[in-house]
């Protein structure tokens, strides 16, 4: 039963589409990112660029977004400024900075 013409045998077919499906649940979940904002898109919306030490990093626990039923993770920095390059901070000053990481995101 050797099908010399442009279809395959219905068995081949059969088999393709199985493996097709297959790797369709197998593969990763791909996860939608903003596009990385130029350097001068940055510089405008930043409060404060700087360099700076990292006293300490604490995870404040979990939250749930209302809108999305998303949860997250929240994070908390003490940083002290050695540089500065935009921003009212001085040199030594500390600041808190906080932010939020999706609890299933997988991090690079």
């Given amino acids: 039963m050797w099908n010399h013409g442009y279809w395959p045998t219905p068995i081949v077919a059969t088999s393709v589409l199985g493996m097709v499906i297959a790797l369709g649940f197998l593969m990763p979940r791909a996860e939608a990112l903003p596009a990385p904002m130029s350097r001068c898109g940055l510089y405008k919306t930043s409060d404060i660029i700087a ?40 040199i030594g000053q500390r600041v808190l900075v906080e932010w939020r990481i999706p609890v299933n995101a997988q991090l690079q």
């Fill in 51 to 90: 360099e700076v030490r990292v006293h300490s990093v604490t995870c404040l626990g979990e939250t749930k977004v209302s809108d999305c039923d998303v949860k997250f993770r929240r994070y908390q920095a003490t940083l002290e400024i050695m540089k500065c390059w935009k921003g009212t901070e001085v």
